[in-house]
T-cell receptor, first 111, second 114 residues
Framework: AQKVTQAQTEISVVEKEDVTLDCVYE???????LFWYKQPPSGELVFLIR??????QNEISGRYSWNFQKSTSSFNFTITASQVVDSAVYFC????????FGAGTRLTVKP | NAGVTQTPKFRVLKTGQSMTLLCAQD?????MYWYRQDPGMGLRLIHY???????AKGEVPDGYNVSRLKKQNFLLGLESAAPSQTSVYFC?????????????FGPGTRLTVL
């Protein structure tokens, strides 16, 4: 069965700090996809990244970076030089057939 | 393009009442989904559809029914609402292909059942 664990329920940082959000997954499949979504206070879900199980290259997009390690079944998300606008709930998700979401990590960035 | 839209945005029901949530997408996506979001539990799949006229159960289907009469619309029905169905409901859609493709979400419907 597929499962996603986001062990950090809430994280609070001060602006300009770097922060890493952890995501650990369980799956029996060799082919699967991993996602990160952002849910700002306004409530909508914003797609951030999709990564397939065969691509372990790290991804960087501006201040965002993702570290995918199959050996540890982890897909961690780092925000560099955090900003107040990064405050949101972040969800990691795993898809074999159906999408399974983690419980989310609430990130608060204080000025 | 409006993307994925949901109506209504908010609704309050009494126990036992029925209602239908409407999801519409203008991206010509084949696949559509209904999720519920509860505190501390992330999103859980209720039902999904891989094409017009087809529906299937997700992780938490009990108490809900769905219909996909048109490709662009996916309806979620509650026949007899219960307080346990108080939640935020999200609709999503994805391209033809597999259900592993990126899903694009609507703005959500906040439902309270008293």
């Amino acid at each position: 069965a597929q499962k996603v664990t986001q062990a950090q329920t809430e994280i609070s940082v001060v602006e300009k700090e770097d922060v890493t959000l952890d995501c650990v997954y369980e799956t029996r499949d060799t082919t699967y996809y991993l996602f990160w979504y952002k849910q700002p206070p306004s409530g909508e879900l914003v797609f951030l990244i999709r990564r397939n199980s065969f691509d372990e290259q790290n991804e960087i997009s501006g201040r965002y970076s993702w570290n995918f390690q199959k050996s540890t079944s982890s897909f961690n998300f780092t925000i560099t030089a955090s900003q107040v606008v990064d405050s949101a709930v972040y969800f990691c998700a795993l898809s074999e057939a159906d999408m399974r979401f983690g419980a989310g990590t609430r990130l608060t960035v204080k000025p | 393009n409006a993307g994925v839209t949901q109506t209504p945005k908010f609704r309050v029901l009494k126990t036992g009442q029925s209602m239908t949530l409407l999801c519409a997408q203008d991206m010509n996506h084949e696949y559509m989904y209904w999720y519920r979001q509860d505190p501390g539990m992330g999103l859980r799949l209720i039902h999904y559809s891989v094409g017009e006229g087809t529906t299937a159960k997700g992780e938490v289907p009990d108490g809900y029914n769905v219909s996909r009469l048109k490709k662009q619309n996916f309806l979620l029905g509650l026949e007899s609402a219960a307080p346990s169905q108080t939640s935020v409901y999200f609709c999503a859609s994805s391209r033809p292909g597999t259900r592993s493709d990126t899903q694009y979400f609507g703005p959500g419907t906040r439902l309270t059942v008293l």
